[in-house]
């Protein structure tokens, strides 16, 4: 398949640069696969969507304030953006700055904190912090936002680009479907006779990089952390004995299903990659966000909702004014049966 299938032309001012006042204030497009009908909604008509033992999935990670501005020992500014916490004082990082950066280089950042690289590894860094990881991030580090919001991270954003439903810290992005909910529409929810789980996957910064291979099957996927717990495990098979779906929260919260699926572990590193024709053995129905063209998100929603589903969705939302990407409106789909 070609990556030039998963290009659309998209006006700027339609990418969304500040979440809506509210959470639960987005509008939603309803895809139906299997006839490709369209309908408008609210997110506020979520819970009118749901049927009695229907399962919602939600990823409950949380995104760390990976983002450090510092200086090497030349002197340089450098831009710092940790990937992946690997113990204590150890990570995985994403390094900006004028020059090269070598193994044994010596920075400073945040406050005064030192750094020494210790390997490349790929287009990361092994490096060692002076302190805890988490402490200098939680003091120092600033919120990770998509590259294509183009304004600093303020108050507002520490708040708004972390679901409330989020515990386990690991993420550098948020799994911005998400980001919707309030606690009362995870109510309204529960009152409609849904139940809800839980699954990890911790979003790494691949989750923004377009697929730049020029067919899909060269492109190798970043591997993220995910954990499926047995309780979910559990809530998926009463949905299916009750005849239930299972619904996903945004594409982390499908993979991580899919993940242990189709590798019987419950936990672990994927890097699954979904495209069209793949086999969907777990998620009935997938709410998720707009995607960037040509990235792998994009091309996990059509092949659960249909390529040309989806050519002409994103035509509509263009057309009917939708907010794009992370701070943007959602889809509700339902997979071709």
């Not at 006839?35 to 939600?58: C, H, I, S, Y």
């Not at 989020?166 to 992005?173: D, L």
């Not at 697929?211 to 299916?240: D, F, K, N």
Request: hydrophobic letters at 45%; proline letters at 5%.
């Amino acid at each position: 398949m070609k990556t030039s299938d998963f290009d659309y032309a998209l006006p700027e001012e339609l990418i969304a640069q500040h979440p809506a006042p509210e959470r639960g204030a987005s509008r939603l497009l309803h895809l139906d696969a299997t006839t490709g009908a369209l309908e408008d909604l609210a997110f506020a008509d979520l819970p009118r969507q749901v049927r009695p033992n229907d399962l919602v999935v939600l990823n409950d990670t949380r995104v760390i304030k990976a983002r450090l501005y510092g200086r090497k020992s030349t002197g340089g500014r450098t831009e710092v953006f940790v990937e992946r916490i690997l113990g204590e004082r150890e990570a995985l990082v994403l390094m900006r700055s004028g020059h090269r950066t070598r193994a044994g280089a010596r920075l400073v950042v945040g406050d005064g904190v030192a750094l020494e690289v210790l390997a490349v590894e790929d287009d990361l860094f092994r490096v060692r912090f002076a302190e805890p990881v988490m402490s200098v991030l939680e003091r120092c580090g600033n919120v990770p936002l998509p590259p294509y919001v183009r304004h600093a991270p303020d108050a507002t954003d520490a708040e708004r680009y972390q679901t409330v439903f989020a515990a386990r810290p690991g993420a550098v992005a948020a799994p911005t479907a998400g980001l919707h909910f309030d606690r009362a529409m995870l109510e309204r929810l529960v009152r409609a006779g849904a139940h809800l789980a839980r699954v990890t996957l911790h979003v790494g910064s691949g989750t923004f990089q377009p697929v730049r291979c020029a067919e899909l099957e060269q492109h190798r996927m970043h591997s993220e952390r995910y954990e499926v717990p047995g309780a979910t495990i559990a809530a998926i098979g009463a949905a299916r004995a009750a005849g239930a779906r299972v619904l996903a929260i945004g594409t982390t919260a499908l993979r991580a299903l899919e993940s242990w699926a189709a590798s019987g572990a419950a936990s672990g590193e994927t890097s699954l990659f979904i495209y069209p024709g793949f086999a969907f053995r777990v998620v009935d129905r997938l709410l998720t966000n707009f995607h960037l063209p040509r990235s792998s998100l994009l091309m996990l929603a059509s092949a659960f909702g249909g390529t040309e589903n989806l050519r002409r969705a994103y035509a509509h939302a263009i057309a009917q004014r939708y907010r794009f990407y992370s701070y943007g409106d959602a889809m509700l789909i339902e997979r071709a049966r």
